[in-house]
């Protein structure tokens, strides 16, 4: 790669990460600069407390399936975990230690994902979410199960990789 055409791209993957989308959506939601309410920040966070849970949970379908990059992305785990966190903090720590002992026992973190996904509208339930976060943890738990299909059958097989490496 020349070195103009590397320059060229870095340039323009800061412009690209420049773009604040908690400042887009809140203006575009409550027109608010989110700069200017809550703690002032521009995180995701503030966005959620300025913006309200719908556009926080918008972030795991957009990271799940990302219009710019043929609805191919991730599978929800992280940003569910960002998103539903700030919504459902109580629930989340419960979750964390859930996922953290199934990955400890197992060492399959899909496993310990997806086992969390499944008991976390549970969790939402125990600590007292109300319904609508309820209905939210309930399809993103569908959605995540779904998208780890393939994790699953790896499972049931005795194929899927360990953390740590090594064999079953």
Excluded: C
Excluded at 18 to 37: A, E, F, H, N, P
Excluded at 89 to 108: C, D, E, H, I, Q
């Amino acid at each position: 790669m020349s070195p103009s055409l590397a320059a060229t791209l870095v340039a323009g993957a800061y412009l690209l990460g420049s773009v604040s989308w908690s400042v887009v959506i809140v203006k575009l939601i409550q027109g608010l600069d989110v700069r200017t309410v809550g703690s002032g920040n521009a995180g995701a966070t503030n966005a959620l407390r300025a913006a309200g849970k719908k556009a926080g949970v918008a972030v795991v379908l957009g990271h799940v399936f990302p219009v710019f990059f043929g609805f191919r992305g991730g599978k929800g785990v992280a940003t569910a975990l960002g998103a539903l966190g700030t919504l459902a903090p109580s629930a989340m720590a419960l979750g964390v230690v859930v996922f953290l002992a199934v990955v400890a026992w197992k060492r399959y973190v899909s496993l310990g994902s997806i086992v969390t996904a499944v008991i976390f509208p549970l969790l939402v339930w125990i600590t007292g979410g109300g319904p609508w976060l309820l209905l939210a943890s309930g399809a993103i738990a569908i959605l995540i199960v779904t998208k780890h299909s393939r994790n699953l059958q790896r499972l049931k097989r005795g194929t899927e990789p360990r953390l740590g490496g090594g064999g079953r």
